[in-house]
């Protein structure tokens, strides 16, 4: 296989146990990981809330179903995504916690600036700008993770940063519900700004943790030593692409997943328009059943990708395939179940389970199968493609087809965009029971590469 300078160049037969007294020390790790679960905690709350409060912004600012697709969708999405490759190699190459704060300032200034929005274009810039921002965290997050726990704890380790998700989107909810009647919705983007400000200065302690100090047969990389350039970067991302259909399938089945994952941002509309349900009701149920189901399922994931990848090679991506086959008639009946009823909580509560398993299992995944030097940017490319084909798109045209099917008189158009949008994230069942077989193939090639 041809491979470039950047893929091989640092790698090294250094036996681990050589270079044991630099260590991090787990307790510290742990700290560096809760701390990282906060800021994606904050990230998930800034994100969210513009879904959380759609009813009150789409009121406000007399928008149509497809620009607030839009919003939440492609003109949030696209700079999130395509800066992210940029901030995934910057992550390749500095200090990552002060990457971080740099963007922490930036989305969270941002997020104020959308309190003061009079309109779809203001308010459309601002969520160009806080994706920039927010593409910081989690390709420098991921890769920070892999240097601090062994790869044996790396599924758990990466469910439990991607408490973010259901934690901060659930909050985003309940916070919608709760301080949008206090406080309105401008009122409650200003607040979330300042603290975000405010937590920012933190990161500027922070120490970046050592490289690839627990992978084996790895010398770890030296944060101050030489680093590889851009083009040696993205060189070796094109490379360990074209040598690895296991990566390559679990890309595309995470992207399937993010159509639905992304029309989440329809949710309150769908409970008020077509189930019936008080704003306020609405927000405050499906946020506070989120945040429940949302950590069951990445504390599920993890833990049991983990435990199945004790037993067979890419055992990860195998769990991950049964859990969500068993799961999907759950998340695709929950369209069609009369609202109030135990089976529309139980269907409610599967699909907080449902979106939130594979991150743990997908991401511990991805860090076995690339090298050492180019982690963020792999993240970072993912994601790219999981928010501009599965989000951006995604969001977009399901608003579009709302307002298209209301147009024709289709009586419940949101009910039936948000089911079809759940078929295609059954798509990745399929390609994730591929990517388990080309699992071990591919992770042998990569150690061949590395010792060569």
Known sequence: ????????????????????????????????????????????????????????????????????????????????????????????????????????VLWSALTAASGAARNFVQLGLARMLIGVGESTLTPACMSMTADLFRPEKRGVA??????????????????????????????????????????????????????????????????????????????????????????????????????????????????????????????TLFGGLFIISGILGNILGGAGGDAWNKRRPGGRVLFLAWMLLALSPFILAYRFVSPGTTLFYCGMFMLGIYYMMFYGPVFATIQELVPVNIRSTVVAFSLLLFNVIGIGAGVGLSGLLSDLFRARGVAQPLTWVLFVSGLIGVLAVPLFFLAWRYYQRDRDRLKAVVAS
């Open 1 to 104: 296989m041809k491979t470039s300078v950047a893929h091989t160049r640092d790698f090294d037969a250094t036996p681990l146990d050589q270079v044991e007294p630099n260590k991090p020390k787990s307790l510290k790790s742990v700290f560096i990981l809760l701390f990282m679960i906060v800021l994606n905690i904050l990230n998930f709350v800034d994100r969210q809330l513009l879904a959380s409060f759609a009813p009150a912004i789409v009121k406000d600012l007399g928008l149509s179903d497809t620009q607030f697709g839009l919003l939440n969708g492609i003109v949030f999405v696209l700079f999130y995504a395509v800066m992210g490759v940029a901030m995934g190699a910057l992550a390749d190459r500095y200090h990552r916690p002060r990457l971080i704060a740099v963007g922490l």
């Open 158 to 283: 990466s469910g439990v940063y991607y408490l973010g998700i259901p934690i901060g989107a659930g909050a985003s909810f309940v916070v919608a519900g709760i301080l949008g009647a206090k406080i309105g919705w401008r009122n409650t983007f200003y607040l979330l700004g300042i603290i975000g400000v405010a937590m920012s200065l933190l990161l500027l302690f922070m120490k970046d943790p050592q490289r690839g100090f627990f992978d084996k047969g790895v010398k770890p990389v030296q944060n101050d030593g030489a680093k590889p350039s851009i083009k040696e970067i993205f060189s070796s991302l094109k490379n360990v692409l074209k040598s690895s259909p296991a990566l390559v399938l679990i890309i595309l089945a995470c992207t399937a997943i993010h159509v639905p994952l992304g029309n989440m941002a329809f949710e309150q509309l769908w409970l008020v328009r077509e189930c019936g349900l008080p704003q306020s009701q609405a927000a």
